[in-house]
């Protein structure tokens, strides 16, 4: 991949921006090209993870040249959620448990600047580790497979990062203001002219992610949508863990009738499990 990807064509970075002038797209996005560029690890990574040539060999040695994203693919491969703990002792086989998509989303995460806490609003990763493994847990009743939806869970918020590290105090005060997701992406609709999901559809678009990982981002505040569906009911299993005097939203509602509220309870107990060591995993503590 070359660094050059992961800018918009300049016609609809422009038509966004007139509409937007508090919000700089292009520039948000060209300091994730910055930011690439100071990780070309990370970078080749993401590129390589979709390519037919890549076996699980050649990525691993790849990776190996990265040492603090290596210990994270190989602590995630050995936590709770794989199965596998303290039986991963390699870079290769680490690659092979998660899968090539999960390396690929590490090495996004680790080239947006996602793994710097002090840069993210209060409680990202606590939130987005449960969304991931919600999305997870959820999928085979939604015929997705769990390490896509996982990695669809871990990325979803990239769009928040995005707008919080351009305008961090009118973040964090939009965010104190909307205690419910889908306003909050009203809000953010409103100040910047794109709501996070949305802002990181196009994120991953212009990275050549698949179809399956962009779709259900810009399906999520559509409840007739089934694209959306899955990634509703991840949210909500999140917001339930997450966000004090969360208000639940039945996801029989959220998902078309495709996920009973019986199914919830075990789910919630799962996340509530495994999510900090998810977190603990993607920041490499």
Known sequence: M????LVLPGAAVRTTLAATPSF???AVLSN???MAAQQPIAAQLVSMADSDDTDARTLARTLASDVALAGRVMKLANSAYFGMRGRVTSLQIAVTVVGFPTVRTMATVALTGLGDELRLPE???GMSSCV?????TLAPRFGERPQDALCLGLLAPLGVAL???SDPEGYTELSAAEPTAAGRRAAEARRYGIHA???????LEQWGFPASMVTPLGAVDDHGDQDGALLRAALEIAARLTVEDHVPV?????TGGQLREDAVPPVLERVRAEADELRLAMLGE
Do not use: Q
């Open 24 to 26: 700089d797209l292009e």
């Open 163 to 165: 707008l919080h590290h």
């Open 250 to 254: 039945p996801v029989e509602e959220l």
């Open 123 to 125: 409680g990202f990763w």
């Open 2 to 5: 070359t660094v050059s990807r």
């Open 32 to 34: 994730i090209e910055t």
């Open 132 to 136: 991931a493994l919600g999305a997870a």
């Open 197 to 203: 999901h949305r802002l990181t559809a196009v994120a």
